[in-house]
């Protein structure tokens, strides 16, 4: 049990990542406050698996999207349960598109929600940190897309760089406050978001072609890591980015 007494945040957490992470932070011993879009029955879902294992936990709907849901979940999760010790910022979209005729709505959209959303909800959750004075950790979702390219998702690994980057920036910011800030880059896990993309056979079986370890990956091959990176087992790790894809990026030639 690696987070027993702390407090976990996990933004986008109806689904796939996200909800694997809030169910296993609860299995570690953590109450859990969780954000979602509009997925109501999924996250009620998510809370009734962490009630089940005698955790508490709250869903709170917001659009990542918006600035303003950034310090309304981190402040209705603290009145709920006491404090925040840890924030996963893992809410995302890839709407795959091609580049040329990339609709300047899916741009900002994606924009707006991979890439700002994360830079408020980690604002929001280091200063109620802060607040507490005790440090935290803070793990965002980035991807393997930070280090290679997608034809169709133009709009998409720039987001995916930038939040690896964001945790860099803020290990800094933050590392005098004990605040650890790290990501973890996914390589192609099996969730909703990519449910159509690899509904292609083809697709799908070249993709897994590529990666040593012989399958593609499951939200709780993510989870594990994430919860190592939240937990004390970490306490001198910030600043740093977990690939976690099976071998994929490595496997060139
Ligand atoms: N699956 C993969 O292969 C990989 C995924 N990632 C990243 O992992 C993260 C999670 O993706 P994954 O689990 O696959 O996706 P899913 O589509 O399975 O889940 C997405 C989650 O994010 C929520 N969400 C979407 N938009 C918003 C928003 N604007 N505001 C709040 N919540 C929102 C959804 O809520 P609701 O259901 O209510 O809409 C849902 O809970 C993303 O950041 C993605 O980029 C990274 C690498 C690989
Ligand atoms: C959604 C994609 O399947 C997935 O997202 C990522 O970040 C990975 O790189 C995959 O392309």
């Given at each position: 049990m690696?987070?027993?007494?702390?407090?976990?945040?996990?933004?986008?957490a109806s689904a796939g990542i996200g909800r694997a992470t809030a169910i296993a932070a609860a299995r570690h011993g953590a109450d859990v406050a969780i954000n979602f879009l509009g997925s109501?029955?999924?996250?009620?879902?998510?809370?009734?698996?962490?009630?089940?294992?005698?955790?508490?936990?709250?869903?709170?709907?917001?659009d990542v999207a918006d600035p303003a849901t950034a310090s309304d979940f981190v402040t209705r999760a603290a009145e709920a349960l006491g404090r925040v010790d840890v924030f996963v910022?893992?809410?995302?979209?890839?709407?795959?598109?091609a580049f040329l005729d990339m609709p300047v709505e899916t741009f900002e959209r994606t924009m707006r929600v991979n890439l700002h959303g994360a830079y408020f909800m980690v604002q929001a959750a280091a200063n109620q940190m802060m607040r507490q004075g005790q440090g935290g950790a803070?793990?965002?979702?980035?991807s393997i897309s930070a280090l290679v390219g997608g034809e169709y998702q133009t709009h998409y690994t720039p987001t995916k760089a930038g939040v690896h980057s964001l945790m860099q920036s803020t290990a800094i910011a933050?590392?005098?406050?004990?605040?650890?800030?790290?990501?973890?880059?996914?390589?192609?896990?099996?969730?909703?978001?990519?449910k159509e993309d690899l509904a292609d056979p083809e697709k799908r079986a070249r993709m897994?072609?590529?990666i040593p370890l012989?399958?593609?990956?499951?939200?709780?091959?993510?989870?594990?890591?994430?919860?190592?990176?939240?937990?004390?087992?970490?306490?001198?790790?910030?600043?740093?980015?977990?690939?976690?894809?099976g071998g994929a990026f490595v496997n060139l030639q």
């Open positions: 690696l987070l027993v007494g702390k407090t976990v945040l996990v933004t986008g109501e029955d999924e996250a009620a879902s998510c809370v009734a698996a962490i009630t089940a294992l005698g955790r508490k936990a709250i869903a709170v709907a917001g910022n893992n809410a995302g979209i890839c709407p795959f598109h803070i793990v965002a979702v980035s933050l590392g005098r406050h004990g605040i650890r800030c790290n990501s973890v880059l996914p390589g192609t896990i099996l969730t909703d978001i990519n897994a072609q590529r012989g399958r593609l990956g499951e939200p709780d091959d993510i989870a594990g890591p994430i919860v190592f990176l939240a937990s004390d087992l970490a306490r001198y790790v910030t600043g740093a980015a977990l690939l976690v894809d």
